[in-house]
């Protein structure tokens, strides 16, 4: 039913298309927001984009650095401990496949894994994050250990606008506006209830982008895909490390 409304999507659209319109060369990075807007620019803009954020990250790891926010040591545990964490992640996405593999073959019988279990390795995954950042929690601060996990993402950035630039903008635009949240953060003298709301609200990008992402594969590719979909949310959890601050210990107004 999905394929032949598709279809006939894609037909009544180029059946409606001129023939003497322009027809752009290159490629183009496309993605949609919500099912609702589409987004698209050519993939000549990915490498200078990419090349700008990344200036742009290393300004931020300037000025928190300056600031005293942030330490060059505690940067680097943030990345390997952001990095462990995916390799975690992925670890769990195996474990979970051998052990559906293995009761269909003590059942004499193919599961169907559903979105329940889909939901219980995502608990599962999160519980594991936790477990792994709670040493690191007591080494390094959290602005330490939240830019760390930026640098991860740089770093994927980087692979994927040298070999799929067509899927960068899945760290792009969420990288850009976490960026923009480090350097709202280090400006500021205190971590207010405010300031705390729009950290949050910055990570909504990467939330609009990765989960839709990560349920379509599931989707599509069925429970294997959990090696796939443990590690893109263990990246959604290396985003949302700012919001393991103390309530308690915020204030009210700045």
């Known amino acids: 039913q999905h ?9 009544q659209h180029f059946g409606n298309v001129s023939f003497d319109t322009p027809v752009s060369s290159g490629n183009a990075v496309y993605f949609d927001v919500l099912g609702r807007w589409l987004v698209h ?4 803009w990915v490498l200078p984009a990419t090349v700008l954020l990344t200036i742009l990250f290393v300004a931020v790891m300037w000025f928190g ?4 926010k942030i330490t060059v040591p505690g940067v680097a ?4 401990s952001f990095i462990a964490a995916i390799f975690a992640a992925f670890a769990i996405g195996m474990l979970g496949l051998g052990l559906i593999s293995y009761a269909n073959s003590a059942l004499g019988r193919e599961a169907n894994p559903d979105e329940i279990y889909l939901g219980v390795f995502v608990l599962l995954t999160v519980a594991v994050a936790v477990v792994l950042y709670r040493r690191s929690f007591r080494k390094a601060t959290i602005e330490n250990l939240a830019l760390g996990a930026l640098a991860g993402w740089l ?4 692979i994927t606008s040298l070999i799929a630039p067509g899927s960068s903008y899945l760290f792009f635009w969420p ?5 923009a949240a480090r350097l709202i953060m280090f400006r500021a003298e205190t971590t207010t209830l405010a300031l705390f709301a729009l950290q949050l609200l910055l990570v909504l990008p990467a939330v609009v982008l990765l989960v839709p992402m990560a349920y379509s ?3 599509a590719l069925g429970f294997p895909s959990v090696m796939i979909v443990a590690p893109m ?5 290396g985003l949302l490390i700012p919001q393991f601050t103390p309530t308690q210990t915020l204030p009210l107004m700045r």
Not at 41 to 44: F, I, M
Not at 65 to 68: E, G
Not at 175 to 179: G, Q, T
């Open 77 to 80: 545990l943030g990345l390997m």
């Open 233 to 237: 949310l263990m990246l959604l959890f």
């Open 217 to 219: 594969i599931f989707v």
């Open 41 to 44: 620019y050519s993939t000549s």
């Open 65 to 68: 650095s300056k600031r005293r």
């Open 175 to 179: 990288l850009l506006f976490c960026l």
């Open 155 to 158: 770093l994927l950035l980087i």
């Open 3 to 11: 394929h032949g409304t598709y279809a006939l999507a894609l037909a």
